[in-house]
């Protein structure tokens, strides 16, 4: 077998080697960030495999890639086109639930979930930190932290209340009625 066969991504492997070379990352930080094991992040790097498409989402959002450079590892790695929009719901003013489609790029495509949360509130605002135990002592670490005034913190909860409330309990389908015969 030729080398080219034992390396069907090499271009793929050479942008994400000068990526991390760039940001002057070892391989053991970057395959942290986005959770792999140190040799298939070496084995992507040797364009021997392509990382599947959650993974190559992570590690484009690990190296911050404008839309353009996303779009070009993306291809490279063998993929082709973008990432589907999500459905997501939202209460309107009225508290009904508005199905709404967002565009979730390669960017912020991660969802990361949490075990713990910290709330802490002052003068400017409210800020949350979405916390996961880690490490040997399952020490608190921040996953993401958002910051919002204290009305927005409120319309928050109103929102979460309302659309668990109507999680729990889904609305009876509504039936047409049938034609009259007349």
Aim: charged residues 25%; aromatic residues 6%.
């Amino acid at each position: 077998m030729g080398k080219a066969n034992q390396q069907p991504y090499r271009s793929f492997g050479e942008v994400l080697k000068k990526l991390r070379a760039n940001a002057s990352k070892t391989h053991a930080e970057v395959s942290g960030a986005v959770e792999i094991d140190e040799n298939r992040l070496k084995s992507y790097e040797n364009g021997e495999q392509r990382p599947s498409e959650d993974i190559l989402m992570l590690l484009i959002q690990h190296f911050d890639l404008k839309d353009d450079q996303a779009d070009e590892l993306w291809k490279l790695a063998g993929y082709s086109g973008q990432p589907e929009e999500e459905q997501f719901f939202i209460n309107d003013e009225s508290g009904n639930a508005q199905q709404v489609t967002v565009g979730v790029t390669p960017q912020d495509a991660r969802i990361v979930y949490t075990d713990m949360i910290q709330v802490m509130v002052n003068n400017y605002g409210v800020i949350i930190n979405f916390l996961q135990g880690a490490g040997p002592a399952n020490q608190p670490l921040a996953v993401s932290r958002v910051g919002m005034s204290k009305e927005h913190a409120r319309s928050v909860l109103e929102v979460l209340k309302k659309t668990l409330d109507q999680s729990d309990n889904p609305p009876e389908p509504k039936h047409l009625k049938a034609p009259s015969k007349d």
